[in-house]
């Protein structure tokens, strides 16, 4: 399979008031069309600052990112991204924040609806259109945030620990949730979490990061079948997988808890 | 084995409940409350004018400002210095809002507007407007368009400042995530950055509004043949103290039915803001 997605040497230096602070190393890997790819990496490994770069929301220091044969150093609608922290636009509905990637793309109000709508039930938010985020939970924010980006077709999906804020047991949910929305596209994903069981059940090809500066550390395959069931998180792979990533994280746990 | 049943906690007494920071109190209290500080004052100032404790020429009484009032309606044609006075403050007002919202926008979103020109508006926004009014009589004359000026220079750099700084707290998050689903820099600012600073923008307008009113009397000191302000100044001279009240009074409640106005405007516009009952 061809990489749809390439980063080739990445590497980023934030200058500080003392001293520069390189966030992230030399970083390079790619992901093919259609895969499922998360990067586990402790807190403050700079895994947030590769997806920022990747999305062109930062420079990097050296390095280039790819989409397919095509160089990316600006934000673009190719590169949908859904963030940690909320960013629904609170002054417009549910279904008017679906459809806003659309409707800067230039689609008709009955095109962009008709679009929002189909995302919108695959999220299961059908009887909210016409609510504000304001009067949402966390959780059907952020299924409103993947919608939104999901439905501007962008070629690759960025997502900086999307379910960080949520509840345990509500984030199970979500993730079950964003796999069947994925199984139906199967885009490109590149997925960044601190939580090792999340990496596992969501990926197909799991990266693990250092503790800062940041730098690919492992990659590790995940020879589980899909579509994937919360029941496979008992089975023996999943546990065997769980204790390798485990062990590699919490060393650099421990660097990174050090280091501060 | 025994189990201790803890009893459940005693609610704490509706009274001391009132005195807790930030608590919500009934809506009926609140406009009792609200009323009885009116109340209050129209309390002292009756046994003071009544009680015969003030001289009229300080403090009239209330029957004396009602007459008064009535008076200066039906005789001596106080709607037409009401309407000066609104025109002079909702053009001067209006002005510095036409120019201001805009460049405040500019100043808050893009930091060459804002390295541009905010030390020049910082510095000038500590000049008194009244120190203007010499120059403006030199330079515009004394007719109406010298209050407007006062008012305008009263209100704009001000007004500049805190358009600004509504466009500033705009969450960098909401510009970002308008990025990443392909939006160009000028679809930033009119699809994100001015929904979002809307809000801001009409407590603004409704804050300065306020402040153009308090340029008004300072506006109207100078060769005014008509208008509150004017009209305060002349029962001065003549020492109609009742006329005094009548004119601030009036500036009073024109401000308070102004406010309502703005706030209605705000409930209005703005449905996504109400519903988590916060700001």
């Excluded at chain 1, 938010?125 to 945030?145: D, H, I, N």
């Excluded at chain 1, 990266?207 to 919360?230: D, Q």
């Excluded at chain 2, 009274?15 to 002292?44: D, Y």
């Amino acid at each position: 399979m061809s990489a749809k997605l390439r980063v080739e040497g990445v590497s980023k230096v934030f200058a500080a008031k003392r001293q520069p602070v390189t966030a992230l190393e030399d970083t390079s890997f790619s992901a093919a069309e259609g895969e499922f790819v998360t990067i586990l990496g402790p807190s403050g490994c700079g895994k947030s600052t590769l997806l920022r770069i990747i999305a062109g929301l930062e420079e990097p220091s050296s390095g280039s990112i790819w989409i397919g044969d095509r160089p990316v150093n600006e934000p673009g609608a190719d590169r949908g991204m859904v963030f940690q922290s909320y960013t629904l636009f609170p002054w417009l509905s549910v279904l008017d924040n679906i459809g806003f990637g659309l409707r800067l793309k230039g689609s008709s109000r009955p095109e962009r609806d008709r679009i929002a709508r189909h995302y919108l039930e695959k999220i299961g938010l059908a009887e909210f259109a016409r609510a504000y985020p304001s009067e949402l939970s966390g959780g059907m924010k952020q299924r409103v945030a993947i919608a939104r980006a999901l439905a501007n077709d962008p070629e690759v999906l960025l997502m900086d620990e999307p379910f960080g804020a949520l509840d345990a047991q509500t984030r199970m949910l979500m993730q079950e949730l964003l796999l069947q929305v994925w199984e139906e596209s199967h885009k490109t994903v590149l997925f960044v979490t601190h939580d090792v069981e999340e990496a596992i059940f969501m990926a197909d090809r799991v990266y693990v990061m250092t503790a800062r500066p940041g730098r690919l550390k492992a990659e590790i395959n995940v020879p589980l079948p899909r579509p994937r069931t919360y029941e496979m998180k008992s089975e023996p792979v999943f546990a065997q997988l769980k204790k390798t990533l485990m062990d590699l994280i919490r060393q650099e746990s421990w660097r990174a808890l050090n280091a501060i | 084995m025994s189990m201790q049943i803890s009893r459940p906690a005693r609610r704490s007494g509706g009274f001391r409940k009132l005195w807790r920071p930030k608590e919500k109190i009934p809506q009926a209290l609140a406009v009792v409350l609200g009323s009885s500080a009116f109340a209050l004052v129209l309390l002292a100032w009756s046994v003071l004018t009544y009680g015969g404790f003030v001289p009229p020429l300080f403090l009239p009484s209330p029957t004396e400002v009602i007459v008064s009032g009535y008076r200066a309606f039906t005789q001596f044609g106080l709607w037409n210095d009401i309407a000066a006075s609104v025109y002079r403050v909702s053009a001067g007002w209006f002005l510095a809002a036409l120019l201001g919202v805009p460049l405040g926008i500019l100043m808050g979103s893009l930091r060459v507007v804002a390295a541009f020109i905010e030390p020049l508006i910082g510095f000038i926004r500590y000049m008194p407007a009244s120190a203007f009014i010499p120059l403006l009589i030199l330079w515009v004359g004394i007719d109406d368009s010298e209050k407007i000026a006062v008012i305008f220079i009263g209100t704009f750099f001000q007004l500049v400042i805190m358009i600004a700084d509504v466009a500033k707290n705009v969450p960098k998050d909401l510009l970002e995530s308008s990025y990443t689903l392909g939006a160009r820099p000028g679809q930033v600012l009119w699809r994100i950055l001015l929904p979002a600073s809307l809000p801001g923008i009409v407590d603004t307008l409704r804050i300065t509004l306020g402040w153009a009113w308090t340029y008004l009397v300072v506006a109207e000191l100078v060769a005014a043949a008509s208008g509150l302000g004017h009209m305060i100044m002349d029962a001065q001279r003549y020492l109609r103290t009742a006329n005094i009240i009548v004119g601030i009074v009036i500036i009073g409640l024109l401000g308070m039915v102004l406010d309502l106005f703005f706030k209605m405007l705000h409930r209005g516009l703005f449905p996504w803001m109400s519903r988590e009952g916060k700001g």
